[in-house]
């Protein structure tokens, strides 16, 4: 069945370093991708998305680009801020799941000033 | 915009006892979801509402059931509260028939059962 694996946190990180969060799935045929965070104490809220093949999503400084020969869709910035603390969930849909999202277990982000 | 509301925001229960989970959307969207978060297990779909008038089953509805009320509002039930249903509750929202559009989610209601 699909499924969605991403690297475990908690990531710590100092601001302005560099973010990698790793996102790689298993899926049939085409999904959709995307990056959702929660910051404390709040809902989930879609952060980028990409539908196909070397598509790559972009929003608040953050990137991923959906890589099908890796099945991957990590998470990156160029230099993270406090603000970006937060949990990101990496999710994909397709025809297999019945359209509904399959998400990854969430990665915690610290960032220290 | 209120968005996606949720109440309570936090509820605490012995087991054998019900409660109701309460929500409702402004955004005028027919699809609606429950989730469940736990440590380490992502999100986890109990039930979900397609359209006004229609329930489906998630991955993990045991012990749990729904009502689509009206379009705004999707309520989850636990009539016999368990120890294993200690969770964050998330309803979440969504445009129906848009493949790629987000869901909204409300802030969620954390829920013990001791």
């Given amino acids: 069945g699909n499924s969605v694996t991403q690297m475990e946190g908690p990531v710590t990180l100092s601001e302005e370093a560099f973010l990698t969060i790793n996102c790689t799935y298993t899926a ?18 879609l952060l980028l998305k990409a539908t196909k ?13 959906y890589r099908k020969e890796t099945t991957s869709f990590h998470l990156e910035k160029g230099s993270v801020q406090v603000s970006d603390s937060a949990v990101y969930f990496c999710a994909l849909r397709s025809m297999d799941s019945n359209y509904q999202l399959i998400w990854g277990a969430g990665t915690k982000l610290i960032i220290k000033p | 915009n209120a968005g ?5 925001k936090f509820q605490v229960l012995k087991t054998g006892q019900s409660m109701t989970l309460q929500c409702a959307q402004d955004m005028n969207h027919n699809s609606m979801y429950w989730y469940r978060q736990d440590p380490g297990m992502g999100l986890r779909l109990i039930y979900y509402s397609a359209s006004e008038g229609t329930t489906d089953k998630g991955e993990v509805p045991n012990g749990y059931n729904v009502s689509r009320l009206n379009k705004r509002e999707f309520s989850l039930r636990l009539e016999s509260a368990a120890p294993s249903q200690t969770s964050v509750y998330f309803c979440a929202s969504k445009e129906q028939g848009l493949f790629n559009s987000p869901l909204h ?7 013990t059962v001791t």
């Fill in chain 2, 4 to 8: 996606v509301t949720q109440t309570p």
């Fill in chain 1, 53 to 65: 093949a070397d598509d790559k999503g972009s929003n608040k400084g953050f990137e991923a680009t």
């Fill in chain 1, 28 to 45: 049939t045929g085409y999904p959709s991708l995307f990056w959702y965070v929660q910051y404390p104490g709040e809902g989930l809220q």
């Fill in chain 2, 105 to 111: 989610f409300g802030n969620g209601t954390r829920l």
